[in-house]
């Protein structure tokens, strides 16, 4: 464990003269990435969802954007506690990208079908929960760059409204370097998709992954184990992009987390 950290919120309950504790640090704010540490054996559940507590008693989950509130519910083998927070909202930017190919705006007929065969390699990224620990230590930023883009901002390309942008923007010239924020292991390498062209995704234990797109170069392969700070890739601008630049993005499973909020904790 990282000795720099602060946990933000340290509970200590009393059951049956037994002091329980569990530690909690992160800021409980829409896109946010919480990291906990509870006794070994006890059972956590965030909105009745049951989460994976190490063996070690570490443990993480994501504030999804939108959320109002979350009930955090502890369990040991003596009794239960019930922490209950609101969810801090936040204001979200509008982009506007002009001059992107129509076609990468509206794909067409082969395109939808080319962009359904590879949204499962995603879906699999996605699903992957191992059981190692590596969420558990600071990430980094993973190349030198300036901020062109924030997640949750409206995105309004050539004039159509679209999904919210999903990551963090890193613009730098076409074969800066890229590395991994994190330890973990590489569950998605591809060097040409539609929308996210090089693309490299990093399993880091108990679901939470870190994903980098528009790589103009991909130096690992699937399966392989990374260590944090080892170069992946280039930038560049392949996929759907306007110009040389690095999208990183974090998820715990389906859901997609603000990668500054991460790196500052």
Known sequence: MNKKFFFSLFFLFSFNNL????????????????????????????????????????????????????????????????????????????????????????????????????????????SVNSDNEFFYSKFIKPAEGIVSGSFGSQRILNGKPKNPHLGMDIANKKGTTVRAAASGVVTLSHKDLYYTGGTVAIEHGHGITSVYYHLNSVGVLHGQKISQGEIIGTIGSTGRATGDHLHFGIYWSQIALDPELVLKN
């Open 19 to 126: 002091l329980f504790a569990i530690e909690l640090q992160g800021e409980f704010t829409e896109g946010s990435l919480i990291r906990g540490k509870a006794n070994v054996g006890t059972k956590i559940f965030v909105d009745e969802k049951l989460i994976k507590v190490s063996k070690n008693g570490f443990f993480v989950f994501g504030v999804e954007k939108g959320k109002k509130n979350i009930v955090i519910e502890v369990q040991d083998k003596h009794e239960k506690k019930i922490i209950n927070k609101k969810i801090k909202k936040r204001k979200f930017l509008v982009q506007k990208i002009d001059g992107l190919p129509s076609k990468m705006v509206t794909p067409g007929k082969e395109e939808i079908e080319r962009i359904k065969k590879e949204q499962i390699f995603f879906d699999k990224m996605r």
